[in-house]
Structures are given as structure tokens and as C-alpha cells.
């Protein structure tokens, strides 16, 4: 799991700018329902942010599977540890390239394109969630700032 | 954070705790503000986050699980009885000298503590009330489900997310409040005869029972010496110019659970005496205190899920 994330975030983290540095990412699951890589990249996008580690662009993650005959997003622990086939897909919105593809399980080549497609609409809807939460936290602190 | 200390820093806060003034203003007996919730991890059976002003924070919780019964091959004890294991991690970011292996001293010695004082079991027949409780309280032979082969084992786990000192206090404070709001799930036994016992876990999320005992859990009062005095709650830079720190763990009715002495110092025995004595008067009244605002909560929880309305736990967002 932590590799997975190192190299998502490895080519959008703009190291160049921090030279003979280190950056650390601690991510601490305290429970878990399903969907733990997704939840621990898009947090660990909110906290490189909050951080003001400069990045090329936000990393959305979001997990999606094929069960019984449909497709469907953000499976959770009893949906994952059925026999569905999920993946787990991480994308720059801006340019909508994927950075990390990851499934363990067997799906039909068939299905794989309309799975991904939904992969791909589940990680915009948390771009919106993200950026919204980053813009209202930055006006709230700026607010605070100015006061 | 820093694990260096100037003389000219030390020399500040030891003048200053002889003259009862410490660094931040407090008084040498003053506690910072302790903010707590119960409830915050929904996957658990009990759980609670303790957070103390200056930046301490521990999350506490509390997972009931059934298992075999644990006998001691010496004395033979344990067949009719509960278990109660306990750990505690500090997490790397929690600190800087955290980091790799750097917390691993301290998991191990916070978690024998929480061990020793919460679920060893006193061998002392003549403790007549109280002799299927250990120091911790607990009525480990509640917690047995068929003697001599299944029981609730209750895993107690404190995470520390961020260190500010008093690190024990903490734990302990936020191990009696996820343990006073741990629901364990009513067991039916059923004799098939020929000492064969068969057992169900009643599914109901309505129909629980709180872990008996839990009032006498004991929780601790860490006291720091520096100089020829002793403060409560020490802050970071305070822990750093300790010469010898007692924590000593008492209950509602003032007993003395356990006490721990640590660093190199040394305390002059009346001083000691005084300083236990300090620990478990203060050590009531945090329990006093902390009862209170437990049932205040549990009390309004209860009223909100009577009217039908659902319980928000801050968790997270509390500021």
C-alpha cells in the first residue's frame, strides 16, 4: 500500500523545488470499510496541500468493481470481500491522466472499459469534493488572516 | 518536539516552578484543558479521543472479541475469567523523535504499564469483595462466556496521534472512557448435556451490556520533580527537565492501583509519601470529574436517540 501511494505521488510532488529533502507522508488507518488505497490518496492529496508542498496537480482516487451484471463506484468491505472484480484507479483531474491502476482480482476485458469510464467520473466527483474543501479552508484562513 | 533543553531554558522553568509560576502560567497542581469524546469510531465496540490543550492527543479503543480462555499452568487461574489485552502505538507523526524506530521504547513501556494496572488480577484472597476484579476493576468473570473455553477478550488499543507531555494521563483517561462506552453483545449458553456447551451472540445492536466493573478502572496522575517540587501535566519542556517522575494510578474510592517510577533521579521518601498522597487526591477528583462529563454524555446521547434524532460525534472536526 505505501508504495502504491509513494508512486502515485512520486511525478506530481514537484520535488525540484526541495532539494537534499525529505518529504514523509504518515498515513494512520483507524478503521476501514472498503476503499482503503482511494481514502489514503486522496488524503494524502488534502495533506500535501495543506502542507504547501507544491504539486502539478491534485491526485483523485477512487475505486470501482463489477457486481452481478453492473458496474458500480466506491465499493465498500462486504461488496470487496465478495467475489467482485474492483479497481482502483488514481487520476489527475486537469489532464485526466490515470497515475496509478491497481486490481488483484478477475474481470472480463469486456467490462474493463465501462468500469474504468466509471473509475474516472467517481474520481472527478472527488476532485470537486477536494477542491472545494481546499478553497473554503484557504478563504477561512485568509479571512482569519486579514482580521 | 525538541529533545534538547538550553540550561538557560531549564533554569527558567525550575525558578519559575519554585515560585509556582510555570512556563505557560499555571500553578504547579493545575491541569491544562482536557477535551474528550466517546463514540468517534464506529467499527468499534467503545471508543474515546482525549485531547489536551498544549497538544496531546490519544485516540482509545476498545474491540471485544471472543477467544479461547487463557489458564495460568501454575496456578491455574484464568479458566472462569475475561482477558484484558492492552497496547499502545505512538504513531511517527505524532513527534519527531518518533520516528522509525524512536517511539518503540515508549509503546513498550506505556503498554506494560496499561498491562499492569488495568488487567493483573490480585492473588490476595482477603480482597473479598472485589476478588474477581483486579487493580483494573474489571470483572474479568463477567466476561467469561463458558468457563474454560470461550470468554470476551477486550482489546484495548491507544493511538497516540500527537505528543504535547503527559502522555500517560492521557492514555489512561481515554482507556476508562472508551471502556465506559464499550457494549459488549449478550451471549446465550446453551447446555447440550455431557459438559458440552454451545453458544450464540445475540445480534442485537439495541441489547447490550456495559463491562461491569467499569467505574473502579483507575486512571493515572503523572508527577514530575524538578527541583524539590512536583507538578502535575507537564508540558514537553517541562517532561525534558524531570529528575524523577512518579505516575501513580488510582480509583473512585482512593485505592492505589499501581504507581511507576521513572527517569534517574531519586525522590527523598517524604517527598515520595507526599507525592502519592498529592496523586491520589487529585486523581479522584479528575475521575469525579470525568464521570461526570461521561454521563452528561451519555445522557444526552440516550435523550437524542429517544426522539428519534440521529447522534453526530465531532470526532475529527472538534476544535
Redesign the interface.
Known sequence: MASFVKQTFEPVVSTNLYPRSQI?I?L?V??Q?GGMLQACINAATLALIDAGIAMTDYVCACTAGWIEREAAIDLNYIEESSDTSEVTIAMLPKSGKVTLAQMESRLHVDKLEEVLSLAGEGCKQIHQVLDKTIRDRAEDLARKMAA | MPGLISPAERDYILKGIECNIRADGRQRADYREVTLETGVISQTSGSARVRIAGGTDVLVSVKAEIGPVQVDPETGDGADKGQIVCSVECAPSASQQFEGRGADDLNNELTQMMTRFLSNSTSNPSVSSTASAGAGGINLSKLCIIPGQQCWILFVDALVLDYGGNLVDAVFMGARAAIYDTRIPKTEVQDLGDGQFEFEVLDDAEDTEFVEGRENMPICVTLNKIGARHIVDASPLEELCTEARLVVAVNRSGELCGQQKGHDGGIEPSLLLEMIQFGKTTGQTLIKQLDARLQEEADADLAKRQRGEPVHKLGFFAQ
Open positions: 514523509d504518515y494512520q483507524i478503521q470499510d
